[in-house]
């Protein structure tokens, strides 16, 4: 499974960003996608995770702003964020479990910068 994760870039306090994640290659056994995002000087953490039927789980620091949302059509995530504040800045990583059998193996993207930032 390989994930291309895009979108990042520069936005002001109060703005919005839309998220990407193209997940491509032996996709079938795919459960769980989602964002983590790690913060300078910071550990990683969960930002929301979508299940193949479309069940969230929000951190509470992104509940009211950020939205997920899931094509299975084309594979692919989107993470749309508003309101976003400074403290929302760092690399925000695409994430895939895949599911076979007894067998868990998680995916990451390559990560976009996300710098909110007057």
């Known amino acids: 499974v390989q994930l291309q994760a895009s979108g990042g870039g520069l936005v002001q306090p109060g703005g919005s960003l839309t998220l990407s994640c193209a997940a491509s290659g032996n996709i079938g056994h795919i459960n769980v996608m989602g964002w983590y995002r790690q913060a300078p000087g910071k550990q990683r953490e969960l930002v929301v995770g979508?299940?193949?039927?479309?069940?969230?789980n929000y951190a509470d620091s992104a509940k009211g702003r950020f939205r997920i949302s899931r094509d299975n059509s084309k594979n692919t995530v989107y993470l749309q964020m508003t309101r976003l504040k400074p403290e929302d800045t760092g690399v925000y990583f695409c994430?895939?479990?895949?599911?076979?059998?007894?067998?868990?193996?998680?995916?990451w993207g390559q990560g976009t910068l996300v710098t909110v930032s007057s």
């Open positions: 994430t895939a479990e895949e599911v076979v059998g007894r067998e868990v193996s998680d995916h």
């Open positions: 979508i299940t193949s039927a479309g069940s969230t």
